[in-house]
């Protein structure tokens, strides 16, 4: 089953927004699989966003996701990864649609509270980095026959 990676950023957090983004994965009807809090090491926050590391951002970035606790997950689903990062929204909080999370609570892309993967192989790298195999899940929703037909 596709499973993706979700982080609520140290910005999401502060915010208190963890339970309303939450909620929406489960209300959508995706399967929580892990979840946790914790502060990122510098060294996995640079392994996370290794592909950005000639970004001129990246070490912003980097800083910014291990500045604080962030919530760690992965969620599960037929076509979870792309609908996720629908639910999340453009990269740019101000062009992102409302209804998504950034669209409805950010205005800068430095400070848009969410992560998703962008696609399964990525998923698959990167819970492997957040998450050990003992710290998942393996589980099956007794709502499943109300959610897939
Ligand atoms: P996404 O998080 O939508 O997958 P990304 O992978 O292109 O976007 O970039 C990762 C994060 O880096 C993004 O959530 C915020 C930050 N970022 C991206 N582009 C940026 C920019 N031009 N200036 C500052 N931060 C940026
Ligand atoms: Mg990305």
């Not at 009807?29 to 979840?35: D, E, S, V, Y």
């Not at 740019?92 to 800068?108: K, W």
Request: charged letters at 25%; glycine letters at 10%; hydrophobic letters at 45%.
């Amino acid at each position: 089953m596709e499973r993706t990676f979700i982080a609520i950023k140290p910005d999401g957090v502060q915010r208190g927004l963890v339970g309303e983004i939450i909620g929406r994965f489960e209300a959508k009807g995706f399967t929580l699989i892990g979840l946790k809090l914790l502060i990122a090491s510098h060294e996995l926050a640079e392994q996370h966003y290794d592909i950005h590391k000639e970004r001129p951002f990246f070490k912003d970035l980097v800083s910014f996701i291990t500045s604080g606790p962030l919530v760690a997950m992965v969620w599960e689903g037929d076509g979870v990864v792309a609908s996720a990062r629908r639910i999340i929204g453009a990269t740019n909080p101000l062009t992102a649609e409302p209804g998504t999370i950034r669209g409805d609570f950010a205005v800068s892309i430095g400070r848009n509270i969410i992560h998703g993967s962008d696609a399964i192989e990525t998923a698959q790298r990167e819970i492997g980095l957040w998450f050990t195999d003992a710290e998942l899940a393996n589980w099956e929703s007794t709502m499943k026959p109300w959610l897939v037909e």
